[in-house]
Structures are given as C-alpha cells and as structure tokens.
C-alpha cells in the first residue's frame, strides 16, 4: 500500500549537539572479514566507518525539503499467517499465480550497484534486544545485533538470494548482484520525541532530518543506489501519517529530494522486539531462537530483506517494478517460506556460509515466490527401448526415459511422434508416474476416433502421440507408448525431448531422414523403425510385484533389452528356449535370471522385488563433546544424538536433510543433500563455530608502508593502510604483524574473542640493534659506564639496542683518576662495536722560582720525573695524590725550601721556591758549618764583635773608677 507523501521540512537542518566525526576504511577491507565492525563514541558523538564514495554517486549537502517521495510500507503479519502469501493489506489472501502477479515496470530506476550505509539511531540507555535465560541462545546485545545486520548484507554479496532481482530491469539494464555496506553508523543522538512511545512516537519528517544531518555533516554519498537503514531501538514506535509501526506496518522505504538535487533512498526499522506478534516471522514460543541464535535480530532480517529487495527494485516508489495492485516484490510473497520450519531447523537460506530464515520473493519468470532465480533451460536427453519385432494384432510398448542433463528444467516436454500417419488399430498412453502432467494427442486412424490438428496438414506433419510438461528439477521421467497396428511392415517413428514453451515447437516439418527443420529450441531428437512381423509369435508376460508404484525396472531378453515402470512387460517370441535377466536398481529381483521356453504358447513368469537398503553413516565434527545435534531427512525420519554419529538404511535415492546444533554458536554450511547409489555412505556433517569480525589497526609505521597480518589459523592479511579485518569464531588467538620497513620491529601479541566482535591495537616501534661498548685503560676492579649503558666491571664489554641511528656517547667510572673522551656511534641495519678508551686524569703542578738571576738554570724533580728550566717556573702534570718533590742544587745559592710534598686533589697545585746566595766558598764548603756560607759568618762575627764593642763602652761610662787611668 502506499501513504500520501509526508509534511515537506523547509530550511537547514542542524544538530544541536554537533557535527558527526567520520572515520574511513577501504571498503575492501571491510569485505575481506566478513562482519564490519561499529565504531561507537562516547558523549553523544557518532563514528561512520565507511569507504571513499562510488563512482557516479554524489554527496548531498544543503537544507531539505526539495520534494519527499511516496513511502511503501510492509504490513504487520496477518494472525496466523505461516505459509499462504497475504496481500500488503494484511488482511487478504493472496493466490501469487492468480492475484498478485506479474510485476509491471514503470520506467523508473533499479539500483545497478546496490550499497547501503547503516544508521543505528540509538541514544544512550536504549538497546535493539532484551536478555534471555535460553541456555541455548547466544546472550544478545545491541552489538550483536548490529553485528548480524551488517553480516546480512555482506553475505548477500554476491548470492542466488540477491540473483532474483536481476529479471527487473531498467533501461540501463538488471540491477547488479554485487552488495557493498558503504558504512555503518552508531548515533546516539536524542530522539526529538524523548522515549517516542505510543503517545508520542516518532515521525517519519524526523528520520528523514536524521538521514539528512548525517549526509550534510559526513558527505555520505546519495542516488538510487545508495540505500540507508535506520534502525530504530526496542520499544521506540514510528508513525507515517495516520500509519504507525506494530499497528500498521513493520517497516517501509521510500525517498527524497535535497535541495542539491540529489535522490535519497531509505528505510525505517523499527524493532521486531518490540511487538513480536506482528513482526516476527513466527512466534517467540515455536522457536526461542533463530538460526545465528539471536531471536530479534534474525526475525528483524527478514524485514530487512522483503525491504532491501523492495528497494532494489522499486528504489523510488512506485516508479519500478510494481504489481498493478500495487504490490511490489516481497509484497506478493509476505509471510511465505517453502516449508513450516521445524525446532530443529530453523534456516531456509545459507548466504556466504551464514544462515537466516527469510521469505522468498515474487519472480516473473517463475510466476511464483521463489527462493532463487531460474537457470536457464537445460536440454533433456532421453533413450527410447523398442521390442526387435511386433506380432500383428499385438500391442507394442514403446518406452521413453527422458533425463534433464547440464542443468535444471522447472519445465519441458517430451513426445512420441510419427512423420506420418501408421495404420493404427488403437493406441494408448500410460503416463510412467503422476509427478508430471501428460496430455495425451492422438491422430485420426483405423479404429481410432478424434483428430488432432496437424493430423491432416500433409503427410509430412509429424503425429504428436503424447507429451510430457512440466517437470521438476533433474530428475528422470518416463513415458509409454502403447501400439497396436494390424498391417506388417516396417514404420518410422521419432522421440524428441525439448526445453521450450510453447506450441510453436510442434508445429515442425521433417525432411527425409527425420531431421528437425524449425525452430531448434534446445531440444533432442532421434528417430527409429517401428517393425511389425507376422504370425508365429506367441507372448510371454513378465509379471513383477514389489515395486513402487513409477520405478523402472528392466529385462534383457534374448539380446534385447526392454525397460518399463509398468507391472507388467510382454515381449513377442517364436518357439525356443530363452534367456532372461531382471533388474532395477536398488532392488533385488527374485529370481533375477533365468531361461523360458516357449512351445506354441504364450507364458508367463512372476518377478518378485525387495527394497535393497544401505547403511548411511551421518558422522558430525567440530562440535564440543556431548552436544547434541539433531538430522531429519526431508519426507523421512527425525533423528537426534549427543553423540558423534547416526547411522540410516536407506534405498538408492536423493535426499535433502537438515541439521541443527543445540549449541547455537556452531553452524553447518555445507551442501543439505546426500544420495545413496548402491552401496554404503558415509555423509561428513561438519559443523563451524560462528564466526566474529576482528579488526587491527596500526600505527607506528610511516604513512603508505605495507605490512602483513598473520593470525594463527587464519589467512594471511596484508595492506599499506591502517588497519586489517578478519572474521573468526569465538577463542584465542596469537598473531604476527611483520612491515615491510626493516626499520620496523616486528609486533607479536594475542587476542581473544568471545561471542562478539574484537579490536587489536598493533603498535610498530622501530628495529633495534646491539651496539657493544669495549673497555680500555681502566685499572682491574674500576666500575665504568655509558649514558647509553648500566655500569660493568674492568675488562668487561656492555652491549645495548639501538634502532637506527646516530648516537652521542659520554663514558665514566668510578674510578676518577681516569676518564674516557665523548664520542659519536652511527647504527645502520647490524650491530656495532664502540672502544672506550679510558686514561688517568692529571693536573698542573706549577713550581715557580724566585731569587735566582735571569737565565739562570735551575731544576726539580717529582713523582719520579725531573724538569729544568732557565725560565721562572716548572710545570708537571700529575694525578690526584701526595708526591715527594725535590729542588736540584744551584750553584751560589740555597732553594728554600728545597724539598717537600705536591698534594694534588682534584685541581691544580703552585708551590713557590725561593733562592738565596750561598756563603759557601766556590767549589766547598766550610766544614762543620752545616754547609751555610763563609760570607754569613763573617756578618753574623762582625755583627757580635761591634755588639761587644758598643757595650764595653757603656760599661766604661758608666763606671769611672774602672776606667784606665789619664795619661
């Protein structure tokens, strides 16, 4: 049904809470893991993950309210509805073959490159899914969720699902079966109607300015084949108009133009959870789960397929593809599965190795729901068993198995012919089964009444006996021919098997050897002689019983081989003795063989069949101990077992099955058939744990640099990007991040996924090498070091890692008498050796002389080492400590002092030597004078003896009497 066109929004939308931060990944990376993974960031803020956008699409920017189109909206499901169609309305039957087909187009586009970018609008405290106390289930979160509905897409990449849609096409041709998720949003944005309840729920001018803030903000592409999802949380309600969600409809699409031009293309979600009666495509209480163990998210899916596929058809309502009700593609098919599903199986579709329970969509060409597209017409082959000859009078079978070869024919015919018309006496049709009509046309002749229209053309119109439509898929049919003719001779007869509609086929002229001369639409045809003998022959009647009703059986007779799936086969023979064999396969025929003897009479010989059965080994892996599992054979038994292994007898045949786990984390992907062709099977059921997305990002290593991603068990990964996605099922996992830098460490680390999508965080740092620093010079026992090192004993090296570099270096020891000099070492892709070269720290010892005349020669020595000099000082270098010094002998003069002690600490040392003349005669010395000079004991006695002198004369003037007498 559609709705009037919702209230048109004029002037710029905004958002008060700010703009939405953007993150891009290459699209092929997203795809390379199967689920994308969704970036949520915190305080209201959102994060798309998306790829550059597609060619010929445009990015809308500017205010809304251009022009809105036309919604279509998915009605809730009908009560009790589970395997009739219902008309959108929901409350009508619909009949696909007689009241809602075909879809008529009506000139406007398909999408040729379908992308979608999803938008999951949920504000803090809302969620897409409640808990559950199902065992069995996996616990849901609104990350699981998203995490399923992105899946959805990613597997429908490519499928026989998507592959229907290709029969609806534009002027630009099919639309494409390619499926791109162009990003994927969290928004957690407030509603502008709060909690949006019943009362006051949210409208659909309100998703639309969603829709169009997150295109202005992020230039998200736009067009018709860019679709957006929004998927609103649990509880929260929509209205379109006077039509609200779980009251009238479950979802809807629909569209609008910006105010730059340019279509956009969306979908309303509301939550199945939130009214599961009227959404969900069974009952909460017929299966508590769904087939990826998530109830709500994979009842959700099949209103997001009926909406996706709607979409791609019809992107703009209803301007594609629509049914003169006005029903669209998953309109005509809504609430419709090929089979009720069971609680043991509860998938009808298997994309990309994932399973989900979707309802089929209306295809033309089949002029039904279907769950795939139709192949195109495969050619039948068929073989043609006639009797060697016929007695006249007698009633010949001829027998025609026809088999669909090179592909699968949901239609078809095969037909007995005669190029002209034999003198029939009668003729019948024995229609080998029931599971395909047969429509019987027979020409006007001896004995027989009625006419067919070509009858009478010419003698060259071929007489159509029977013909066979409608088959299913390959399979063989069998059809049988019963003639009498009166007249000996010998007659032309031709079978031909075609895959082709319509009368137009028959309608053929044949040449001279019986060849077709129109319209060849894949078909097969082959002629024989038909031989009538005479008298002589009498019948012998082959009687079986035990057979189900429509199998072959067939006997050799006589060198002749004759089959027919009628319980009796006659053939005609002259008197003698006969050989026979019997078989049909997987039966065993008693007795199988044998000879008959005909004397003048007809015989008979009755065959008895029993059913040969052969064991069917079901052996599942991949399944933790003790789970059970269940196997049913479609139109056979239900089986189930904790154990490894079920063993079936079952006939030669075709089977399709299914199978479930009660461990809902495990799926089984692989083909859902067996078939036993004599002899024993053993069918491997290997199951497979669900599969989680892991997405690393590095970073560390220059912008553009390639470097690989080996996970243990997985492909390996590799890009120059930034990040790297993989799916895996839920355990632990080790992994290996190699650059193609060789400047760059490689990285090492593990991860764990458990139940749900994961991140890995791969930092690269640079490669490092050792650079080995030698001793030299110290004293045995002295620590030393490096600034780039830890301390080490003498003699010792130490070695450190470097990435590529240059390097400058300091060295000390404890020891500070000796110290190393600065230096410089350069690391380029190997290891490096350093020599430190120690030696003893000195300082200046200035000895200065004062006293001596210019150019005087004079000399010390110290600490074991002698210097003289004419000048006015001595200079050693001499390390910390206390050294003896002493001053060399100067001719004429005494050094004071002329000996002692340097003690040097740390700094420099001037000691001052004064020189004064000696008394010493030349080239002596006085004895007993301790070496002093002659010339200071003449002073010193001079010095006494006018001493003596003066006080004499004191004396005298002080004492007259002792004065000598005046003379």
């Known amino acids: 049904m559609h709705s009037a066109a919702p209230p048109v929004l004029r002037g710029p939308v905004r958002d008060p809470a700010g703009s939405v931060s953007l993150v891009l990944v290459g699209l092929s990376l997203l795809l390379a893991a199967s689920f994308l993974p969704t970036v949520t960031t915190p305080l209201g803020g959102n994060a798309l993950i998306a790829a550059a956008p597609p060619a010929g699409v445009g990015s809308a920017s500017g205010a809304l309210g251009v022009r809105s189109g036309s919604a279509h909206l998915f009605p809730i499901r009908p009560s009790g509805a589970s395997a009739?169609?219902?008309?959108?309305?929901?409350?009508?039957?619909?009949?696909?073959?007689?009241?809602?087909?075909?879809?008529?187009?009506?000139?406007?586009?398909?999408?040729?490159?379908?992308?979608?970018?999803?938008?999951?609008?949920?504000?803090?405290?809302?969620?897409?899914?409640?808990?559950?106390?199902?065992?069995y289930a996996i616990q849901p979160s609104s990350a699981n969720f998203r995490s399923i509905m992105r899946g959805f897409f990613v597997s429908a990449n490519g499928s026989y699902w998507i592959g229907i849609a290709q029969q609806y096409t534009d002027s630009l041709g099919p639309p494409g079966t390619s499926v791109s998720v162009w990003g994927s949003l969290v928004d957690s944005h407030a509603f502008p109607c709060g909690a949006c309840g019943n009362s006051t729920p949210l409208e659909d001018s309100q998703v639309q300015s969603e829709v169009q803030r997150l295109i202005t903000d992020n230039r998200t592409p736009t067009g018709t084949?860019?679709?957006?999802?929004?998927?609103?949380?649990?509880?929260?309600?929509?209205?379109?108009?006077?039509?609200?969600?779980?009251?009238?409809?479950?979802?809807?699409?629909?569209?609008?133009?910006?105010?730059?031009?340019?279509?956009?293309?969306?979908?309303?979600?509301?939550?199945?959870?939130?009214?599961?009666?009227?959404?969900?495509?069974?009952?909460?209480?017929?299966?508590?789960?769904?087939?990826?163990?998530?109830?709500?998210?994979?009842?959700?899916?099949?209103?997001?397929?009926?909406?996706?596929?709607?979409?791609?058809?019809?992107?703009e309502p209803s301007s594609g593809w629509v049914a003169a009700?006005?029903?669209?593609?998953?309109?005509?098919?809504?609430?419709?599965?090929?089979?009720?599903?069971?609680?043991?199986?509860?998938?009808?579709?298997?994309?990309?190795?994932?399973?989900?329970?979707?309802?089929?969509?209306?295809?033309?060409?089949?002029?039904n729901c279907q769950q795939e597209p139709l192949p195109s017409p495969a050619v039948p082959s068929f073989t043609v068993h006639l009797p060697s000859a016929v007695a006249i009078g007698r009633t010949a079978d001829v027998f025609v198995n026809a088999t669909v070869t090179g592909?699968?024919?949901?239609?078809?015919?095969?037909?007995?012919?005669?190029?002209?018309?034999?003198?029939?006496?009668?003729?019948?049709?024995?229609?080998?089964?029931?599971?395909?009509?047969?429509?019987?046309?027979?020409?006007?002749?001896?004995?027989?009444?009625?006419?067919?229209?070509?009858?009478?053309?010419?003698?060259?119109?071929?007489m159509v006996v029977a013909e066979a439509t409608g088959w299913p898929a390959t399979r063989e049919y069998s059809l049988e021919v019963a003639l009498s003719l009166p007249t000996v001779g010998s007659f032309p007869l031709y079978v031909k098997a075609v895959a082709a509609s319509g009368p137009s086929e028959f309608a053929t002229n044949w040449g001279p050897t019986g060849t077709n001369l129109t319209d060849g639409l894949h078909e097969n045809v082959s002629s024989?002689?038909?031989?009538?003998?005479?008298?002589?022959?009498?019948?012998?009647?082959?009687?079986?019983?035990?057979?189900?009703?429509?199998?072959?059986?067939?006997?050799?007779?006589?060198?002749?081989?004759?089959?027919?799936?009628?319980?009796?086969?006659?053939?005609?023979a002259k008197n003698g003795t006969y050989p026979y064999a019997v078989a049909s396969a997987g039966w065993t025929a008693s007795p199988p063989n044998g000879t008959l003897t005909v004397q003048g009479a007809g015989i008979a010989q009755s065959i008895?069949?029993?059913?040969?059965?052969?064991?069917?080994?079901?052996?599942?892996?991949?399944?933790?101990?003790?789970?059970?599992?269940?196997?049913?054979?479609?139109?056979?038994?239900?089986?189930?077992?904790?154990?490894?292994?079920?063993?079936?007898?079952?006939?030669?045949?075709?089977?399709?099955?299914?199978?479930?786990?009660?461990?809902?984390?495990?799926?089984?992907?692989?083909?859902?058939?067996?078939?036993?062709?004599?002899?024993?099977?053993?069918?491997?059921?290997?199951?497979?744990?669900?599969?989680?997305?892991v997405k690393a990002t590095a970073?560390?290593?220059?912008?553009?640099?390639?470097?690989?991603?080996?996970?243990?068990?997985?492909?390996?990964?590799?890009?120059n990007g930034t990040s790297l996605a993989l799916s895996v099922p839920s355990g632990t996992y080790s992994y290996l991040a190699h650059s193609v830098d060789a400047a760059l460490r490689d990285v090492t680390g593990a991860f764990r996924v458990q139940g749900a999508p994961a991140a890995v965080t791969i930092s690269f740092v640079p490669e490092t090498?050792?650079?080995?620093?030698?001793?030299?010079?110290?004293?045995?026992?002295?620590?030393?070091?490096?600034?780039?090192?830890?301390?080490?004993?003498?003699?010792?090296?130490?070695?450190?890692?470097?990435?590529?570099?240059?390097?400058?270096?300091?060295?000390?020891?404890?020891?500070?008498?000796?110290?190393?000099?600065?230096?410089?070492?350069?690391?380029?892709?190997?290891?490096?050796?350093?020599?430190?070269?120690?030696?003893?720290?000195?300082?200046?010892?200035?000895?200065?002389?004062?006293?001596?005349?210019s150019g005087t020669n004079w000399s010390v020595t110290l600490g074991g080492g002698s210097e003289s000099s004419t000048s006015g000082s001595l200079t050693f270098q001499e390390p910390n400590g206390s050294d003896g010094f002493a001053v060399g002998k100067v001719p004429g003069y005494v050094a004071s002092p002329s000996s002692g002690r340097a003690n040097v600490s740390g700094g420099p040392v001037e000691i001052t030597v004064v020189f004064a003349r000696s008394t010493t005669p030349a080239g002596g010395e006085w004895l007993g004078l301790g070496g002093y000079s002659l010339d200071l004991f003449l002073v010193l006695g001079a010095v006494v003896l006018a001493a003596g002198v003066i006080a004499l004369a004191r004396r005298q003037r002080r004492d007259p009497a002792s004065r000598p007498p005046v003379r």
Request: with cysteine.
């Open 84 to 135: 009739a169609a219902v008309a959108p309305s929901g409350n009508q039957t619909c009949n696909p073959q007689t009241q809602c087909g075909p879809l008529l187009y009506n000139g406007g586009p398909v999408m040729h490159d379908p992308r979608v970018v999803l938008v999951f609008w949920q504000p803090n405290g809302t969620t897409y899914e409640n808990a559950t106390s199902d065992p």
């Open 225 to 315: 084949n860019v679709e957006y999802f929004v998927f609103l949380p649990l509880n929260v309600h929509e209205c379109l108009g006077s039509n609200c969600s779980f009251t009238s409809f479950c979802a809807y699409h629909s569209d609008f133009v910006d105010a730059a031009g340019a279509p956009v293309i969306y979908a309303v979600m509301p939550d199945v959870g939130t009214n599961f009666p009227a959404c969900a495509s069974f009952s909460d209480t017929a299966y508590p789960y769904g087939p990826n163990g998530d109830q709500v998210a994979d009842w959700e899916l099949n209103v997001v397929s009926h909406e996706f596929m709607e979409s791609i058809t019809d992107p």
């Open 325 to 367: 009700s006005g029903y669209e593609i998953g309109d005509i098919c809504a609430w419709v599965w090929t089979a009720p599903p069971s609680y043991q199986d509860f998938t009808d579709f298997v994309l990309d190795g994932h399973p989900y329970f979707l309802q089929p969509e209306w295809s033309n060409s089949a002029n």
């Open 407 to 462: 592909g699968t024919a949901d239609w078809g015919n095969v037909s007995v012919e005669f190029p002209s018309e034999p003198p029939l006496s009668s003729i019948s049709i024995v229609a080998a089964g029931t599971t395909f009509p047969v429509s019987t046309v027979v020409s006007t002749g001896q004995g027989v009444t009625g006419c067919y229209s070509l009858c009478a053309a010419s003698a060259s119109a071929p």
């Open 528 to 572: 024989y002689r038909f031989d009538v003998v005479g008298s002589g022959y009498y019948p012998v009647d082959f009687n079986e019983s035990g057979l189900s009703s429509d199998t072959l059986w067939s006997l050799g007779w006589n060198g002749q081989n004759y089959s027919t799936t009628a319980a009796n086969l006659t053939v005609d």
């Open 608 to 693: 008895s069949f029993t059913r040969v059965l052969y064991p069917v080994t079901v052996t599942e892996t991949g399944l933790p101990n003790g789970t059970r599992w269940w196997f049913n054979v479609t139109g056979g038994g239900s089986f189930s077992t904790v154990g490894s292994s079920i063993v079936l007898s079952e006939p030669n045949g075709s089977y399709a099955f299914q199978t479930k786990s009660a461990n809902a984390t495990y799926v089984f992907t692989s083909a859902a058939s067996f078939t036993v062709n004599g002899g024993a099977l053993d069918l491997p059921l290997p199951f497979h744990p669900f599969e989680y997305s």
């Open 699 to 719: 970073s560390g290593a220059p912008s553009g640099t390639e470097w690989w991603w080996n996970v243990s068990g997985a492909p390996s990964l590799h890009t």
């Open 769 to 853: 090498f050792p650079v080995t620093f030698d001793e030299i010079g110290l004293p045995t026992g002295s620590m030393w070091w490096t600034n780039l090192s830890s301390a080490r004993p003498t003699g010792a090296s130490t070695t450190v890692s470097l990435p590529n570099g240059s390097y400058s270096f300091s060295a000390g020891s404890a020891n500070s008498s000796f110290a190393a000099p600065p230096g410089r070492c350069v690391v380029s892709g190997g290891p490096e050796t350093v020599s430190i070269d120690f030696s003893l720290v000195t300082f200046s010892v200035v000895i200065d002389e004062r006293g001596l005349p």
